[in-house]
């Protein structure tokens, strides 16, 4: 008798394995960049709220060292002019401007604010920081990586790995605005 008090802790259990999106609201569990603090490329401050004013903001991870995330930099400055008046937003977050040493930090810099000049990728600029780090960016394997989000910060969809051509770009956004702004 006593192996049937564990029965209704088996059956628990066993739900909670084979159906695990009963422990969250929505299914999924939601995955976010905010709360987070770090620098554009001017030194200025910028947090979460840089998502705020737009509908879909496209966050496209890059380094100086890439040369398919440079290349593709010309279709997302194309693509952000098209799409930033219609509500949609395009940030890059540059990973490899860091450095203890000022002088090393600065030949960083300076090489990342060439290629956006260079490329026309005129769209925000984000130096890689431990919040940003803490709460994406630790699952982001290869650049570059591009992820949508909200006004609010919240993933949205899934992770696009590689370069893409900005017509594959404008029908990923075009179909991104399909499904979470209309």
């Avoid at 059956?11 to 976010?32: H, K, N, Q, T, Y």
């Avoid at 030194?43 to 995330?69: H, K, R, S």
């Avoid at 990728?121 to 431990?130: E, F, K, N, R, V």
């Avoid at 989000?149 to 899934?158: Q, R």
Wanted: charged fraction near 20%; glycine fraction near 6%; include cysteine.
């Amino acid at each position: 008798m006593i192996r049937n008090r564990y029965i209704p802790a088996f059956l628990i259990g066993l739900i909670l394995v084979l159906f695990p999106s009963v422990l969250f609201a929505g299914g999924e569990p939601e995955v976010s960049l905010a709360p987070f603090q770090t620098f554009n490329l001017d030194g200025e401050t910028v947090t979460e709220e840089i998502f705020a004013p737009y509908d879909l903001t496209m966050v496209n991870v890059w380094g100086t060292f890439c040369q398919p995330c440079i290349s593709e930099m010309p279709d997302l400055g194309n693509l952000y002019r098209e799409y930033e008046p219609k509500g949609v937003q395009i940030v890059g977050i540059v990973v490899d401007v860091y450095s203890n040493d000022q002088d090393v930090f600065m030949e960083k810099l300076a090489t990342a604010r060439s290629i956006i000049e260079y490329t026309q990728a005129d769209y925000p600029h984000l130096l890689q920081s431990a919040d940003l780090s803490e709460n994406y960016l630790k699952n982001v394997q290869v650049i570059p990586t591009t992820f949508f989000v909200d006004s609010e910060g919240t993933i949205l969809g899934k992770e696009y790995i590689s370069s893409r051509s900005e017509n594959s770009w404008r029908r990923i956004i075009d179909k991104m605005i399909e499904d979470y702004v209309d």
